[in-house]
């Protein structure tokens, strides 16, 4: 048998998207369940790779099948191409399997010549729209298939309006339009030396090949190699029969949702024209009417289009949007598709879509966008307002909501006019620890430098707050207050708004709208949770978090990190105490003054908890990021510790890194400071104690190393907790059971964890470190390279954004098989920045992790991608 | 069969180390081959492990057996236990398998009490020999049996010769013998509550039942724990007859080598005393006597220890270190084992014993300690003078030699002083590349901060220039010119001494022998290069360095930094602006600056090299290490650029980086400034055609990229390289023929490396920083707890200095599965400082590695270790 290049649509079918492209199968499925598509036929993608394999030439094989077809197309249509009277007009449209921009879209009207322009304007009594048609025919065949630079045909457009001293394109009429065509063709002939084609058939083989060419054209080659599109795919092109919503009053043309997309209600919504082209709909200049109001025009059509929606929604089982045209009281479809909708219309339709039995529950998990869920849980602005807004710059979209505020530049200040009800906005050139009750007071974070897990995007995402984060284009002076961006400067006290969501920053209040949660989400998250493997916990350091992220449905504290505790205004100089002594005994004593406040904090965090898992880490930055830098402070300090300022000046000195990252931290802060470790065991401990028989609970609280990179390292620090922990149950005469686990986020950790595994009762992975080190990129420097890498397509993706699953997730999956080697039952979870991120939980759902952990606003997106994990890799 | 617990020493050979330990066996060993060994029996190890599985108390079996063997050994002497007329006596000795310290050691003389002393006293003859032996026996007994403080005897002997008004214990006569007997038993008495036990068979048993419970005493523990040995191995007992030394002129006692264990000549080498002990011979009171003067006393006898000597090398085919004794005219022999020896010695003797046909050429390198031929290398202490030197501080031993100078702070000061003619010791906080001048101009550099791969130690190491680094009991103010040590302050200009091999830093000037290279020495190492499948390149980074290494016997290049050659002081005022510049047109302008320089600086080195490979690494550290931070110097700088102070210090301040180990450099420079790379290919290709045109040589230069995490980077450069190549050899019309290769030092790189090796020539581990981002250990601050790690036993070693093999080891073996898997024939090499470090060089032996790149003085190091390992692993 012949080999076979091109089909009529109501040969196909949606399958068939691999011969046929997207855009051809979906054509031929709407034939096939008979709606009223305008006829036409695909060139398959068989015959791109067939023109290639030929030197980018049609073979007169497929030539012939194309005019066999065209004639089929002229029976099927009763109209003639190229014919005086009854002249067919088709579109040439591009379409791959993949949607891939870059490539040749669209053209219209193809068949108009300077006879059949004459047939159509007598045959729709309409010369200025047949004349209109023509000049739009010429102008986008120059444009794409004769590659002449479009600008040559608008200049002329506009020459002929300004002449006129016309506004719009509409004002012309049929004689203008005529004029213009001259001129149209005129270009032409002086561009390619040639005169516009006039045969039908050649402007329709020389489109086609336009489609095939532009496959390999250097946008469509990159955008492939991006997205890893095979080249050898090909496109294909569909032609289809014209048809016209702007002959006249009996004509029309609309867009339309089956569904709210921004609410997801059950009811259709768009909006039409009548005597309208596609574009006059989006342009604006005549207000549309809504969908319902084409029960006025013509009940049968309205009634015809409902059905029409209903038998798409039952067929492709999901909101479409659709777009149609009416020619002489006849309705046809021209495409069709699966809408966009909000994060909140996601969810309803996917909830409502269940009950009338539509889907089944998984099918509705996977057609939410996890990422999207941001939007129902953080303030948005005001989309009216933001129209009028103005950029100032754009950062890194650190962590999703919207604020505005007064611009502070230092967290003391912040946190003062804050508590006089000011709203602000804490600028700084980065975050540090020492930044923490600021970031609490302000509405919104802006960081200059940082990227996406530097230290203000980490501890914003906690705390649920807007954060737009190096922001290289600003040049923030925290000493004069004030921040220049594009040669102007901005000083204390401006209001700016921040998009968490997007990186904007804009000048000005900008009004904010709140989220709502629906019983939709809570439903949704019920589905998801009755379906996935992977708990979700949350990395929470204190218990407002605690308790936001248990309302978000957490399942547990997968990280409690000590050291913000201890930044803590009152603490804080207990705490350099401690660092500064110089001996053991005097490191016990501002110890033992931290010991109950510590005590306290875990106590409130259990509270929030209830019996849920609690993992606490043991301190885990160097210790220098707690000394003071200023010698103001220095002094006060020295003064209080009864040393001179010069020694104490040494001794800070002397504790300085030059790889802090690095450096002496973690459980090497253990080893070598017993008594630390040993006073938060203490405080762990007791107050698990505590609140156990206060609450009649039983807590068992998980104590986690971090740093380790040797199984002695952890064998070390294990024996300082268990003997402190003994200690604290034989005293009291009581039991408690606990667990010692450790981070695994130091490459040697992961390489060597069969050992780690048999002194560990469970492993976290930290992976914001293990991928700093396995790719040996500092997070506070590389933003400065990285960005520069993804403009080269050597990073495909932030890799702090979302695990590098094939090297870092090499060592995830090495030390998951030898630590389950060692201990089979070894808990398994990750604590890092990528346990909210939906690629990376699906990675850890596939290499069996047992849980994730992230920040408490990211609790329901771990969820629905942990569900959504399970049933793909079901 | 009944189990046997006991074997005379005619009974067993030198196979039985498990049973007998290794003691016995050698014992035994010589016994069998027909030497006079006083005769004895040795109490299995078997017994040791019944004897703690029977509640720590010998079985009535194994007692019995010890009581039959007695029996053998009273026949065999014809002397018996107990006996008044006729004592037997014997030395009861531990020994495991592995000599092991810790364990109870010997006591001598048992069998005496109140009567055998008698009879011993009738018998020689001498009666203070008698009492003597008697009153130390009780105190040894007394000490490791009865568990009595030693000093309780001692103070009592000191007692006794003060009341007498004597200075030496031979003063003391028989009658004060007698009566310190009687003084220590009455101590026994006091402290044990029982009498000394006066029934020799009684005393037998109690000091073997000592023996095998001093194998697990805390020290015996804590030393099988740290070096792994099997805690069920159990130590034997050795009962062996005494024989005297000291009973009259006919007696005597020595050691001896076969052969001199300095120089290795072959020629008896040993001294012996008539009328004496072991101790005698030590303690240096009376000089002892050569061992040819034993041909005087009496020609018999030495003809006699000739004879032996040869037997005992012959058998052992080794340099033997032997202990015996001369009682009544008879030899004896006490101990036989493998002498120590200098590496002089140790390369002659091995030389020596290939030629006199004892041992195979295999054997004869596997004799050789490789790391003890650096003492051959470099120069060291006269040893007498070094034994009246003050040790001021102890470093660590960072590159060996020994030198002497005047202490100098700054580079700058110890380049000028050092043209003068003066000999410079240059005493840093830590170096940096800065201070190469400085570092090239001093005999010695000393260094408070830093590891064995710090800065100031790995330059050194290259230099072949002795260093003592991370002296932290040293604190270095360079600003007034001074440093501290335990409260005293010395100055510039005070002399010093450094001894880069233990190292020690010593008050004032001590003189130096220099080395000297002996044919023995090119002989072993032509052996070594016979044999060894591993080639051995160097690092170097200049002609000086290269023509050391080719002397030394490199057979390559295998790292040629690049960024040394930056900081020359012509250099920095270009590199520094190029680095400054605005845009890649200002840049390029810099970088032709420096063109003709890079080019000189390689046309050098291939001069040196002639047709061996040399690899050269592009630019790696981060610029900011090449800018200024004074504020005078970046005044000049502002100025010569014609940009305001405040900008460029703004600019200067905006490259800093919080961990510039992972910060920008290695490839991302090549990637975010490829004319730095543009440059330096150049500047490479063109030498490269020059100097083979000029020579008639075939140079094929290997361009290496550090820093490479993912296959897209290799890519981005080697595109650069390829491009600019082919352009000049396009230009040049000429043929050249080039590798471009990558460091394997990312963790990431050796994870991914089946993918790199698609795209690399070779791969060149860089196992420095592959360790320290598999560790998570910067080496600039680890040095601060990482010897509190070695203390506390977390690290065996400093992972620096010699590979970790299960960690970073399985990144390495895994890159080279992986990479060989790609491509088959991969290069593999490494670089790091591993490559001169024998036990790292055995396991990239077995591994697969095709060469190793040391520091030049290493060299010889590795080409030894590299044969070693091929014998090994044969």
Redesign the interface.
Known sequence: MLKKYVYMFSEGNADMKDLLGGKGANLAEMTRIGLPVPPGFTITTEACNLFYKTGEKLSEEVKKEIYTYLEKLEKKTGKFFGNKINPLLVSVRSGAKISMPGMMDTILNLGLNDETVLGLAEKTQNERFAYDSYRRFIQMFGDVVLKIKIYKFENLLEKMKKNNGFEEDTQLTAEHLKELVKQFKKIVKKEIGEDFPQDPKKQLLMAVEAVFSSWNNPRAIAYRKYNEIPNDIGTAVNIQSMVFGNMGNDCGTGVAFTRNPSTGEKKLFGEFLMNAQGEDVVAGIRTPKSIEQLKEISPKLYEQFVKITEILENHYRDMQDIEFTIERSKLYLLQTRTGKRTALAAIRIASDLVHEGLIQKEEALLRIDSKQLDQLLHPTFDTQALKQAKVLAKGLPASPGAASGKVYFSAEKATKVAKNGEKVILVRQETSPEDIEGMYAAQGILTARGGMTSHAAVVARGMGKCCVAGTSTIRVNEQKKEFIVAGKTYYEGEYISLDGSTGKVYLGKIPTVEPSISGYFQEIMQWADDIRRLKVRTNADNPKDAATAVKFGAEGIGLCRTEHMFFNEERIPAVRKMILSKTRQQREKYLAELLPMQKEDFKEIYIQMGERPVTIRLLDPPLHEFLPNQEQEIKTLAQSMEVSFDELKDTIESLK????????RGC?LA??YPEIAVMQTRAIIEAAIEISLEKGWKIKPEIMIP?V??V??LQ?VKKIIVDTIDEILQNKKIDLTYLVGTMI????AA??AD?IAKEADFFSFGTN?LT???????R???G??LR??EE????DQDPFSSI?Q???G??VELAVKLGRKEKSNLKIGICGEHGGDPTSIAFFHKVGLDYVSCSPYRVPIARLAAAQAKIINK
């Open positions: 890194e030059f790889n802090p990252m690095l450096g002496h090497r080893i070598t740093l990179g040797s002695k390292e070390n986020e130091v490459p040697r390489l060597t050992e470190d700093q080190m396995t790719y040996g990129f500092s506070d420097d590389a400065k390279f520069e890498y080269k397509e050597i990073l590098d094939i090297g870092v090499k060592l």
